[in-house]
């Protein structure tokens, strides 16, 4: 059984920051591809970055120079910083991985953490 948690949301004001988390947890040999998605009210869920196993990311257009996205291989865990945030970043912010965590290799999905901001 794999396990993502993430942590890390809340309220901020526009022009603040906030660093999201998720940890994988379980039998897991490997993880390779991680990512956020988000999904405001109202909106389909969309991609926010990705990055590889060996640290290539790639960003939507509208954080780019705003966000980072990072991992920490032996962790099992993969960051999003969020700086100068709008209020258009407003979502549910979910990260996801590509396991292998025999018998299978599949995408897991967190939980979900609120992102909300506002003045």
């Known amino acids: 059984q794999v396990q993502l948690v993430e942590s890390g949301g809340g309220l901020v004001q526009p022009g603040g920051s906030l660093r999201l988390s998720c940890a994988a947890s379980?039998?897991?040999?490997?993880?390779?591809?991680m990512g956020w998605y988000r999904r405001a009210p109202g909106k389909e869920r969309e991609l926010v970055a990705g990055?590889?196993?060996?640290?290539?990311?790639n960003y939507r257009d509208s954080v780019k120079g705003r966000f980072t996205i990072s991992r920490d291989n032996a962790k099992n865990t993969v960051y999003l910083q969020m700086n100068s945030l709008k209020p258009e970043d407003t979502a549910v912010y979910y990260c996801?991985?590509?396991?292998?965590?025999?018998?299978?290799?599949?995408?897991?999905w967190g939980q979900g953490t609120q992102v909300t901001v506002s003045s």
């Open positions: 996801n991985a590509d396991v292998w965590a025999p018998p299978e290799r599949r995408i897991y």
């Open positions: 379980g039998s897991i040999i490997i993880i390779n591809n």
């Open positions: 990055i590889t196993r060996d640290g290539r990311s």
